[in-house]
């Protein structure tokens, strides 16, 4: 694929978005930034124009528990032009069980993490299937395959955000365009890191003591990085990558029990 790629990354601001958009503006790709604050996404500009010389940044500050604009194709036509890739990341659920999930909680996750996946893959499809040519990818959680009771939130959104991208790759394989998820588990971000911190409060244990127990359940014995993700997403957007279509593919070091 020799055309331009235009990328739109939401959650884009911090953790495996952040790495993901580094990874992209690395490569000369041009790129949408999507997160809630204008002040994060204005401090990964500036660190992306530093280090690669890219300017080709739009940056689109937005809470995604909110309902999206079907103007954001005319916006996109009129910046970097409309995008061939999708990362479908944003921010997850807080922790809760079932009887202290609310309606309101339920209302913003599944606007966050679900009907967002399936807005933003309708609007930007497309033009992708004009093309002939498109990449769409959502950051998922092992939760989707391997529920636990403490994330119902994620659990839930996430095992649906699976069948929808499992049901539109059948319709969407024959114009080239692939569509896979990936389940992060042990990704080491401020994510994780405040799911530390809030369950080593809950069960009044150490934040140290919490994090060697979590790595006693990880058989690699460490947590992952945001770039080995972010390099996972670089291969299936490939060529290399282009026969990989409607899989969902684990990077846990081996910590779930899904097969
Ligand atoms: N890290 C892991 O081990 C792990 C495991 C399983 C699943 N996941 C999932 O993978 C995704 C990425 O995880 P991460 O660890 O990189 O998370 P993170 O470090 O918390 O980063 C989340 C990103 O999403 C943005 N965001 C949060 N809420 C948003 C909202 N309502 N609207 C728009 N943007 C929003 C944040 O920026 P702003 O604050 O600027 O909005 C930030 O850029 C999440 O969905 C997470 O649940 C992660």
Redesign the pocket.
């Known amino acids: 694929m020799k055309k331009e790629k235009i990328a739109f990354i ?10 993901i958009s580094m990874n992209f503006a690395k490569n000369g790709f041009s790129i949408y930034l ?4 204008k002040q ?2 204005k401090k990964l500009k500036k660190e992306i124009i530093r280090n690669y010389s890219n300017n080709r940044v739009e940056l689109i ?5 909110k309902k999206f604009s079907d103007n954001l194709l005319n916006f996109c036509k009129k910046k970097l032009g409309p995008p061939n890739i999708l990362i479908n ?5 807080e922790p809760t069980n079932f009887s202290s999930t609310n309606d309101r909680m339920w209302e ?1 996750t599944i606007n ?2 679900l009907l ?1 996946v399936i807005k933003l893959s309708t609007i930007f499809s497309k033009q992708m299937i004009k093309n002939k040519w498109g990449r769409m990818i959502t ?5 989707a395959k391997e529920p636990s009771p403490t994330m119902v939130q ?1 659990a839930t959104s ?1 095992a649906a955000v699976l069948a929808f991208n499992k049901s539109i790759s059948f319709d969407l394989a024959k114009f080239n365009i692939t569509n896979n998820s990936i ?10 890191k ?2 530390i911190k809030i369950n080593s409060t809950k069960i009044k244990i150490s934040e140290k003591k919490l994090r060697k127990n979590i790595l006693k359940n990880i058989p690699a014995g460490r ?2 990085e ?1 770039d080995e993700v972010a390099s996972l997403v670089e291969f299936l957007i490939s060529d290399n990558g282009r026969y990989i279509n409607g899989q969902s593919i684990i990077i ?1 070091g081996a910590m779930s029990k899904i097969i």
Request: aromatic residues 4%; proline residues 6%; charged residues 25%.
């Open positions: 939401t959650g884009a601001s911090d953790g495996v978005g952040k790495a999507m997160s809630r604050s994060k996404l500050p937005f809470n995604m528990e990341n944003s921010g997850g659920p913003k966050r993490n967002s950051i998922s959680s092992t939760v994620s996430r389940l992060l588990g042990g990704i080491e971000t401020n994510r994780l405040k799911l947590f992952g945001p846990d």
